[in-house]
């Protein structure tokens, strides 16, 4: 019995299997709608049976988008938007999900294909307009990015209501797991990061301060959603930079976040002060300068906060091969396996892992529109020499 295609409950969401779509910005909305390239994109993995599908990074409200092509949640036709793809996704088997996101002082870039910089005159050129940021204190990412403004208490208050009101809207879409995005140096990560955060108010100094508003937003959530439905976190479980967050705050944070409802913690990393670029150990420990993202890298810390914080963890990172996802589930490093850029390399990587794990002789996993023909590929095999 394969672990990679067992189910998993989780609340009252039963997952058909263990793979799950990273969630995969796309940076081809506008005002935040979901358009044809959504669908078509987030409908291939649904095609391919990809257990849960998580759509991209999604600004709870206009400032938190990466950039101006970002996907929003905050009014009602971007909601309508998200119905046909989550739709779909359901009438496949498989579970909708969603990553509730604010860039933070990430925010008002360009995409990445057009070097993914803070906008600047170029942009204005052509109409579109930067935006001003927001983080824990006023310390830019990197050299000409912009100051962020800090947040005083009253903004944080608003803040989570939007997180509410997002989260609120993505339910109603029919999203079937939300997911808090703290990681990979946006908002929620640089209030948690003492690299970027240098507050003295409640929300700065110690852990448990520099964890609150991300704590009360876990609280905030979970008391507005059906208890039927998965709340994840997603967290840079080590910064990867000297005076960082590391593992075991990761494990702290995690302990913290169970307890208010958060039932996965999606272990990524790096991020705080550019681009994400950092890997673990061999033994799992924090890493030192090491910037090799071999195989699996950020295994290790599911692995570790699973165990330690004896939370659910989702792995992510170089997860490539099925007899590799199958192994970080049989020696429970993780429960779930999220991938991303292989999936998006080989949109049905799980039914060919299906055939390399011996689990599907029969394409039956396959949707019915293709078993038939597929099972017939036999035929054309022998041609596959062919040069
Ligand atoms: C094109 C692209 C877009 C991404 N968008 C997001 C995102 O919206 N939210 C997020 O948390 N991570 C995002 N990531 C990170 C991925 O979800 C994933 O964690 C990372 O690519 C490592 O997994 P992989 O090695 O399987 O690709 C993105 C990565 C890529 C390559």
New binding site residues.
């Given amino acids: 019995m394969s672990k990679l295609f067992s189910k998993l409950k989780i609340r009252g969401i039963e997952f058909p299997n263990r793979l799950v779509l990273?969630?995969?910005?796309m940076y081809s909305a506008k005002d935040g709608i979901a358009n044809d390239w959504h669908f078509s994109h987030l409908s291939t993995f649904a095609r391919a049976k990809v257990g849960c599908i998580f759509a991209?990074?999604t600004a709870i409200r206009e400032d938190g988008r990466i950039t101006p092509y970002c996907l929003g949640l905050w009014n009602e036709n971007q909601k309508n938007a998200f119905k046909p793809i989550v739709n779909f996704i359901k009438k496949m088997g498989s579970i909708p999900a969603f990553?509730l996101a604010h860039a933070g002082r990430k925010a008002s870039a360009k995409q990445p294909w057009k070097g993914g910089l803070p906008l600047d005159r170029e942009d204005e050129k052509i109409g579109i307009h930067k935006w001003d940021t927001i983080g824990p204190s006023p310390i830019a990412l990197a050299d000409g990015w912009q100051v962020p403004k800090a947040l005083n208490k009253q903004e944080i208050d608003d803040l989570v209501l939007s997180y509410i009101k997002s989260a609120k809207l993505a339910i109603e879409a029919g999203f079937q797991v939300l997911e808090i995005?703290a990681?990979?140096g946006y908002l929620l990560h640089s209030f948690l990061s003492p690299i970027a955060n240098k507050r003295n108010d409640e929300y700065g100094g110690s852990l448990e301060g520099r964890a609150k508003m991300l704590k009360e937003i876990a609280i905030s959530i979970r008391n507005n959603i059906p208890d039927k439905v998965p709340l994840f976190c997603?967290i840079s479980a080590v910064d990867g930079k000297k005076n960082g967050w590391g593992i075991n705050d990761s494990i702290s944070l995690a302990k913290i976040l169970s307890e208010v409802g958060i039932d996965v913690i999606d272990c990524?990393s790096g991020g705080i002060a550019g681009r994400p670029r950092f890997a673990a150990n061999d033994d799992g420990s924090v890493l030192k300068n090491n910037t090799d993202r071999g195989l699996g890298f950020q295994v290790p810390y599911a692995h570790e906060i699973k165990k330690y914080s004896k939370i659910k963890t989702m792995a992510?990172?170089?997860?490539v091969d099925p007899n590799q996802a199958e192994n970080i589930l049989i020696d429970e490093k993780a429960d779930l396996i999220?991938?991303?850029?292989?999936l998006m390399y080989n949109p049905f990587w799980l039914l060919h892992a299906a055939q390399t794990l011996g689990v599907d002789p029969n394409y039956n996993l396959w949707p019915d529109q293709y078993r038939w023909g597929v099972n017939r590929r036999s035929s054309i095999e022998k041609f596959n020499n062919v040069k």
């Fill in positions: 990273s969630p995969l910005c991209e990074a990553q995005h990681a990979h997603r990524s992510v990172g170089v997860i999220a991938m991303g850029r292989e």
